[in-house]
């Protein structure tokens, strides 16, 4: 099952309330960014369960990747990400 949400506020909010296995997070987002919603979902703990995070996003240096590891994210991916590259993903 999939969620989509439009902002960081609402992918923030609807991670706690219920939260999924795997979230993909762009950095880019409107309201707060990608790295404070996962700051959020750590600091939370997201109900004792540990939720993958994975940064998808378009910045792509070494220390963009560095801040997302910092942040709480698992994977830091660059767009565009292949199916194949997202597959490998999940099936993580």
């Known amino acids: 099952r999939v969620r989509t949400e439009a ?6 909010a609807a991670a706690l309330a219920a939260p999924p296995e795997v979230a993909l997070i762009d950095i880019g987002l409107p309201g707060i960014d990608g790295y404070e919603v996962a700051r ?13 995070l994975v940064a998808l996003t378009g910045y792509g240096a070494p220390e963009d990747r560095q801040r997302a590891l910092d942040a709480g994210f698992d994977v830091h991916v660059v767009k565009p990400v292949s199916v194949a590259a997202l597959a490998t993903i999940l099936a993580a």
């Not at 902002?7 to 923030?12: I, Q, R, S, Y």
């Not at 959020?40 to 993958?52: N, P």
Request: a positive charge; glycine letters at 22%; hydrophobic letters at 35%.
């Open 40 to 52: 959020r979902i750590r600091a939370a703990g997201a109900s004792g369960r540990k939720v993958r």
């Open 7 to 12: 902002d960081g506020n609402a992918g923030l």
